[in-house]
């Protein structure tokens, strides 16, 4: 919601693409104790600024930090929309951290009333619930399919509390009438220091990496390390990208995560991050792709974010994201070149 481009367009315009089939809607950037008792949202200019009247947090009540927003008429109707085509919709809890603390949870109690504020208000209607709804409209209900954490700042003890609300949150999909997910974007560095235990902890069904901005394990790096593969060679070179996967590959069998799908994270344009870390789709990341296409673990790409990759046009006039679903598509169908 934050990037350029999605806010002209609006979600349902994303959600027709071909290219897309997940959308993180980020980002949730404050949670109870930053925000007067309930959480703060911040989807940019898809939302109007127009805030709920929070009920205040241990005792004080703030309203100079209600930031929990009330009218997104795009994302109200985009949701529906996009659920309608087989999108899957989430909402993110984290992202940049701005100042310190922007996010945290605090307490047992914090981390379990998050749980229950993040079902009663993105999750089914609980029609004998006390929840505010920002994504309903009148005589529409609208609901999530699961919860992204993109946690990039961590306190000491902290990631017992995330393991808490992720447990509780998750005891409540049962009772929901289609499948729920939740998700991670972990840092490409292993383990990550924010996410490794909670990862380690409780179940996360996709793992969306953050291949940029960490010139250690970037794909950048891996790129560099491997400037004939696909052509001259299919035996991939060592590389920082390298062993740190096959480190995260090798520790979630020993997780609850352990038939988590992981998503190679990439930019979407070169300023949707450090510009270097950009990769050319055609002779960059198809190689990148046919490389790990047949791994059991390959989910598929993630892009970072929607409205740099729409804005990032490509000489046959398709956008960034596009061009990447296009060669998925075609690895999948190119039996010779993939017998898996």
């Known amino acids: 919601g934050q990037g350029p481009g999605e806010n002209e367009l609006g979600l349902a315009h994303f959600c027709e693409s071909s290219g897309v089939d997940i959308i993180p809607l980020g980002f949730m950037n404050h949670y109870i104790a930053q925000a007067n ?17 929070a009920p205040g947090y241990n005792g004080v009540n703030n309203p100079a930090l209600n930031d929990l927003q ?6 109200v109707s985009g949701i529906p929309h996009c659920q309608s085509l087989g999108k899957k919709i989430l909402l993110s809890l984290g992202g940049l951290v701005v100042t310190e603390n922007a996010y945290a949870l605090t307490s047992v109690e914090d981390a379990e009333h998050m749980a229950d504020f993040l079902w009663g208000a993105f999750g089914p209607l609980n029609p004998s619930g006390n929840w505010p709804r920002p994504f309903d409209t009148e005589g529409v209900v609208n609901e999530v399919d699961g919860f992204d954490f993109d946690i990039e700042h961590i306190n000491a003890g902290e990631q017992e509390y995330y393991i808490i609300l992720i447990t509780r949150l998750r005891s409540y999909f049962p009772l929901a009438h289609k499948q729920y997910l939740i998700t991670g974007a972990p840092q490409c560095l292993f383990p990550d220091l924010q996410m490794g235990d909670i990862i380690n902890q409780v179940q996360f069904d996709i793992l969306f990496v953050q291949y940029y901005n960490t010139p250690q394990c970037s794909a950048r790096e891996w790129v560099s390390s491997n ?13 920082g990208f390298k062993k740190n ?8 069998p020993m997780s609850k995560s352990k038939d988590a799908r992981l998503y190679i994270g990439l930019l979407g344009s070169t300023g949707a991050g ?4 950009y990769l050319d789709p055609a002779s960059e990341v198809a190689p990148l792709i046919k490389a790990h296409f047949c791994k059991p673990y390959f989910g ?8 740099h990759s729409e804005q990032n046009v490509g000489g046959d006039g398709k956008p960034f994201h596009e061009e990447i679903k296009d060669i998925l598509v075609s690895d999948s169908t190119d039996t010779k070149a993939f017998p898996c």
């Open 37 to 53: 008792g309930y959480p703060g949202t911040n989807f940019g200019g898809s939302c109007f600024a127009e805030n709920y009247t």
């Open 227 to 239: 400037p004939g593969f696909g052509i001259s060679t299919n035996i991939e070179n060592s590389s």
């Open 300 to 307: 598929g790409i993630m892009i970072f974010d929607a409205g």
């Open 274 to 277: 450090v510009s270097g870390d």
């Open 245 to 252: 996967l096959d480190a995260l590959v090798t520790s979630l």
């Open 70 to 75: 009330k009218k997104c008429p795009s994302m």
